[in-house]
């Protein structure tokens, strides 16, 4: 049952979701707790589309505008059913743009793990999806951590996604030297990746991790075709 919301500052973090959950770092994320075992998705379908996955036997990840998932930020608790007919969720991808002020970038980091901690708690399998912004987020310069990868354990399967994020030199630099902190700082067993792997992005890393790779939703149909 939703609880009732207090003041606006509950109803945007989404106090609720968290009451039980346990925090990482000083900005204290949500922790989601690594999967007993690791599954490796069939497929993944965006949330807003979710209804075209043939038996339920994808993974909904959050791989699309923001726009289109708001309502599981909003009223997480009203699709925890729903989303029960699938075999799991990647959680939240919410957009951490490289210009937007590192408070924001930090509140769509928290909201990311809180959805998908509460989530987790109600039997749902969920990966984490690692998100991160400007070298303030996945460097330790400025915060003495890295907040990206707060609030998910090592040495177990993350999600990530280049789907729209790697259009300019500017953001595939940015995605690039993100991803190498992600490996050096979470060590993660497996990462899917949900679009496209650019050799210069990714040249150089097969060692570090095993990548699977998804296609976005689009070219996906357009393979099946």
């Known amino acids: ?39 490796i998705p069939k497929g993944m379908i965006p949330f807003s589309i979710r209804e075209r996955s043939i038996d339920k036997s994808d993974f909904v990840c959050f791989y699309e505008h923001d726009k289109n998932f708001r309502e599981i930020l909003t009223d997480t608790e009203d699709f925890v059913d729903d989303l029960k007919r699938y075999p799991g969720v990647i959680s939240p991808d919410c957009s ?16 990311n793990r809180a959805v998908g901690y509460y989530l987790s708690q109600q039997g749902i ?5 690692i ?12 915060l003495g951590e890295k907040v990206a990868f707060q609030g998910v354990d090592k040495h177990s399967i993350v999600s990530v996604g280049t789907y729209g994020q790697i259009q300019t030199a500017e953001s595939k630099r940015y995605f690039r030297e993100g991803l190498i902190a992600m490996l050096d700082e979470l060590e993660p067993q497996v990462v899917l990746v949900y679009g496209s792997m650019p050799n210069q992005i990714f040249g150089g890393l097969s060692d570090r991790t095993k990548f699977v790779q998804f ?5 996906r149909m357009k393979t099946t075709k």
């Open 215 to 219: 296609p976005d939703w689009t070219t």
């Open 1 to 39: 049952m939703k609880k009732k919301v207090e003041n606006l500052v509950d109803e945007g973090f989404r106090i609720g979701l968290v009451e039980t959950a346990f925090f990482d770092g000083k900005f204290e994320i949500p922790h989601i707790d690594a999967p007993k075992e690791i599954i």
């Open 131 to 142: 998100r991160w912004g400007d070298e303030r987020t996945y460097t330790d310069a400025l």
């Open 96 to 111: 951490l743009y490289i210009d937007a002020p590192l408070c924001v970038q930090i509140a769509d980091i928290y909201l």
């Open 125 to 129: 399998y969920v990966i984490p999806n």
